[in-house]
């Protein structure tokens, strides 16, 4: 048996979030909160619901089960199969918007490749294998502990990659935000002393992805003041 919720948050909740509520209608109220109200089919539905609400990191607060009249039932059916039907059709018409946490992984993958092919491609510059033969990488020795913050410094984005997928909503978006700033300063570092034009390209690449990194957990959706 269907019943019908009203589940309460506090702060407004963005409008590309709609989708991860496709059953409830979402209603935006003057007090600054969130009103999501529709079917449930049953508890574990409805735990699945709190569940997202919860991974939002905006605070529940309240939870209603609401009695429905049978006539009430037939038109919010029909009302509901009047919104499938517009669904589908517009999922015909364009691709299925990928989640936040995708695009994320996706940006950490995209400045990850391009972070190790800049180091590729310096093999190729004039006097780098001599350097690296003679124990050096730039001005540093090469030794342990410059090989250890090396691998440092790229395994950081690689675990970026999951951690953007599987941490919580607040402490993802606020490690996306911490990790890409650090990371700017350190992709112009990379421009001190001699730099090629692909050095400057890449750099600049690389600067697009962290910002866009931070510009969209910045978004997140959160709590309004």
Do not use: C
Not at 12 to 36: Q, Y
Not at 44 to 61: E, F, K, N, S, T
Not at 102 to 129: E, N, Q, R
């Amino acid at each position: 048996m269907t019943h019908f919720y009203e589940i309460r948050i506090a702060g407004h909740l963005d409008a590309h979030w709609a989708d991860w509520f496709d059953s409830m209608s979402i209603t935006l109220e003057e007090d600054g909160n969130t009103l999501l109200s529709g079917p449930v089919p049953d508890q574990p539905a409805l735990y699945g619901i709190l569940r997202r609400v919860r991974d939002l990191g905006l605070p529940l607060v309240s939870v209603n089960q609401i009695t429905v009249t049978l006539s009430q039932q037939i038109l919010n059916k029909k009302r509901s199969n009047t919104k499938m039907d517009t669904n589908n059709m517009t999922t015909e018409m364009e691709d299925i918007k990928v989640s936040l946490k995708l695009k994320l992984a996706a940006l950490w993958t995209s400045f990850m490749f391009l972070y190790i092919y800049v180091d590729y491609f310096h093999l190729y510059m004039p006097g780098s294998i001599e350097d690296i033969l003679a124990g050096k990488v730039f001005t540093f020795d090469i030794s342990y502990v410059f090989l250890l913050i090396a691998m440092i410094g790229v395994a950081i984005p690689v675990l970026m990659i999951f951690l953007s997928v599987a941490l919580p909503a607040k402490v993802n978006r606020w490690t996306n935000i911490i990790v890409a700033t650090v990371y700017i300063p350190y992709m112009l570092f990379n421009l001190a002393g001699e730099a090629w034009a692909h050095m400057y390209f890449a750099a600049a690449v690389e600067v697009i992805l962290l910002l866009l990194i931070i510009r969209y957990a910045w978004k997140w959706p959160k709590q309004e003041s």
